[in-house]
Protein backbone atom coordinates (compact mmCIF):
# COMPACT_ATOMS: atom_id res chain seq x y z
CA UNK A 1 0.00 0.00 0.00
CA UNK A 2 1.12 3.46 -0.82
CA UNK A 3 2.27 5.80 2.16
CA UNK A 4 -0.40 8.32 3.13
CA UNK A 5 2.33 10.90 4.38
CA UNK A 6 5.87 12.12 3.30
CA UNK A 7 8.60 14.02 4.55
CA UNK A 8 9.09 17.63 2.55
CA UNK A 9 12.58 18.35 0.85
CA UNK A 10 12.07 21.80 1.85
CA UNK A 11 10.65 21.93 5.55
CA UNK A 12 11.54 18.53 6.85
CA UNK A 13 7.98 17.75 7.93
CA UNK A 14 6.09 15.01 7.77
CA UNK A 15 2.67 16.16 5.55
CA UNK A 16 -0.74 13.81 4.04
CA UNK A 17 0.66 13.31 0.25
CA UNK A 18 -1.74 14.35 -2.22
CA UNK A 19 -3.35 11.77 -4.12
CA UNK A 20 -3.45 13.87 -7.48
CA UNK A 21 0.37 14.18 -7.25
CA UNK A 22 3.05 11.60 -8.42
CA UNK A 23 6.27 11.63 -6.68
CA UNK A 24 5.42 14.61 -4.39
CA UNK A 25 8.72 15.63 -2.54
CA UNK A 26 7.21 18.85 -1.14
CA UNK A 27 4.56 20.06 1.17
CA UNK A 28 1.96 22.56 -0.22
CA UNK A 29 3.14 25.59 1.78
CA UNK A 30 4.42 28.95 0.18
CA UNK A 31 8.44 28.66 0.66
CA UNK A 32 8.62 24.79 -0.18
CA UNK A 33 6.56 25.42 -3.40
CA UNK A 34 8.96 28.18 -4.29
CA UNK A 35 12.01 26.00 -3.29
CA UNK A 36 10.21 23.65 -5.42
CA UNK A 37 9.62 25.92 -8.65
CA UNK A 38 13.47 27.58 -8.28
CA UNK A 39 15.05 23.65 -8.01
CA UNK A 40 13.14 23.01 -11.52
CA UNK A 41 14.27 26.45 -12.28
CA UNK A 42 17.63 25.55 -12.07
CA UNK A 43 17.22 22.45 -13.21
CA UNK A 44 16.16 23.50 -16.68
CA UNK A 45 18.91 25.75 -16.82
CA UNK A 46 21.51 23.83 -16.46
CA UNK A 47 20.07 20.95 -18.66
CA UNK A 48 18.08 22.44 -21.08
CA UNK A 49 20.12 24.79 -23.73
CA UNK A 50 17.45 25.69 -25.84
CA UNK A 51 15.66 26.90 -22.62
CA UNK A 52 18.96 28.78 -21.90
CA UNK A 53 19.62 30.64 -24.56
CA UNK A 54 15.68 31.41 -24.96
CA UNK A 55 16.04 32.98 -21.41
CA UNK A 56 19.46 35.41 -22.07
CA UNK A 57 18.25 36.56 -25.37
CA UNK A 58 14.76 37.60 -23.72
CA UNK A 59 17.05 39.13 -20.95
CA UNK A 60 19.22 40.84 -23.57
CA UNK A 61 16.25 42.28 -25.26
CA UNK A 62 14.76 43.64 -22.18
CA UNK A 63 17.99 44.71 -20.81
CA UNK A 64 18.05 47.32 -24.15
CA UNK A 65 14.79 48.58 -24.16
CA UNK A 66 15.60 49.65 -20.12
CA UNK A 67 18.98 49.97 -20.23
CA UNK A 68 18.60 52.23 -17.22
CA UNK A 69 16.49 50.25 -15.12
CA UNK A 70 19.74 49.08 -12.56
CA UNK A 71 21.17 51.95 -12.23
CA UNK A 72 17.59 53.85 -11.55
CA UNK A 73 17.14 50.84 -9.05
CA UNK A 74 20.54 50.78 -7.07
CA UNK A 75 20.01 54.85 -6.35
CA UNK A 76 16.26 54.40 -5.42
CA UNK A 77 17.55 51.27 -2.89
CA UNK A 78 20.59 52.18 -1.36
CA UNK A 79 20.18 49.46 1.29
CA UNK A 80 19.72 46.76 -1.73
CA UNK A 81 23.26 48.31 -2.54
CA UNK A 82 25.00 47.67 1.02
CA UNK A 83 23.47 44.44 1.39
CA UNK A 84 24.27 43.61 -2.09
CA UNK A 85 27.97 44.73 -1.66
CA UNK A 86 28.58 42.83 1.92
CA UNK A 87 27.46 39.86 0.09
CA UNK A 88 29.52 40.32 -2.36
CA UNK A 89 32.16 40.68 -0.54
CA UNK A 90 31.85 37.30 1.30
CA UNK A 91 31.55 35.31 -2.05
CA UNK A 92 35.19 37.08 -2.96
CA UNK A 93 36.74 36.42 0.10
CA UNK A 94 35.39 32.58 -0.17
CA UNK A 95 36.59 32.39 -3.73
CA UNK A 96 39.57 33.68 -2.78
CA UNK A 97 40.08 31.59 0.37
CA UNK A 98 39.42 28.25 -2.01
CA UNK A 99 42.09 29.47 -4.61
CA UNK A 100 44.42 29.98 -2.05
CA UNK A 101 43.83 26.93 -0.35
CA UNK A 102 44.65 25.02 -3.84
CA UNK A 103 47.50 26.80 -4.51
CA UNK A 104 49.02 26.20 -0.72
CA UNK A 105 47.78 23.19 0.22
CA UNK A 106 51.02 21.73 0.86
CA UNK A 107 52.75 24.52 2.69
CA UNK A 108 49.40 24.52 4.79
CA UNK A 109 49.72 21.06 5.46
CA UNK A 110 53.44 21.13 6.17
CA UNK A 111 52.99 24.46 8.55
CA UNK A 112 50.04 22.50 10.14
CA UNK A 113 52.08 19.04 10.59
CA UNK A 114 55.15 21.11 12.24
CA UNK A 115 52.45 22.94 14.78
CA UNK A 116 51.08 19.53 16.15
CA UNK A 117 55.10 18.89 16.47
CA UNK A 118 55.83 21.53 18.22
CA UNK A 119 52.83 21.54 20.13
CA UNK A 120 53.03 17.78 21.00
CA UNK A 121 56.56 18.83 22.50
CA UNK A 122 55.17 21.22 24.87
CA UNK A 123 52.88 19.97 27.77
CA UNK A 124 49.62 17.83 26.23
CA UNK A 125 46.97 20.46 27.89
CA UNK A 126 44.28 18.56 26.00
CA UNK A 127 42.90 21.11 24.51
CA UNK A 128 41.65 21.01 20.95
CA UNK A 129 43.74 20.33 18.00
CA UNK A 130 41.54 21.43 15.44
CA UNK A 131 41.32 24.64 16.75
CA UNK A 132 44.63 25.14 16.72
CA UNK A 133 44.89 23.56 13.55
CA UNK A 134 42.00 26.56 11.86
CA UNK A 135 43.83 29.13 14.09
CA UNK A 136 47.17 28.21 12.42
CA UNK A 137 46.38 28.32 9.36
CA UNK A 138 44.14 31.60 9.23
CA UNK A 139 47.47 33.09 10.76
CA UNK A 140 49.28 31.95 8.15
CA UNK A 141 46.82 33.19 5.27
CA UNK A 142 47.07 37.31 4.52
CA UNK A 143 45.03 39.13 2.41
CA UNK A 144 46.44 42.37 0.48
CA UNK A 145 43.77 44.34 -0.68
CA UNK A 146 41.36 44.49 2.72
CA UNK A 147 44.31 43.95 4.94
CA UNK A 148 42.41 40.55 6.41
CA UNK A 149 39.17 42.08 7.34
CA UNK A 150 36.21 40.20 6.79
ZN1 LIG B 1 7.36 21.86 3.24
Not at 37 to 47: C, E, I, L, R, S
Not at 76 to 94: F, H, I, T
Not at 127 to 142: F, R
Request: glycine share 4%; with cysteine; proline share 5%.
Amino acid sequence: MKQLTFRCSCCRRIVPRNPRARNQHYCGAKPCQQARKNKWQQNKQQKDCDHRANKEESQSAWRQQNPDYWKLYREKNPAYCERNRKLQRKRDLKRKLKNLSVMTRPILQRRTRQTFKQSEQQEDRGSCKEGLVSTTTLDAIQFPHNGGIL
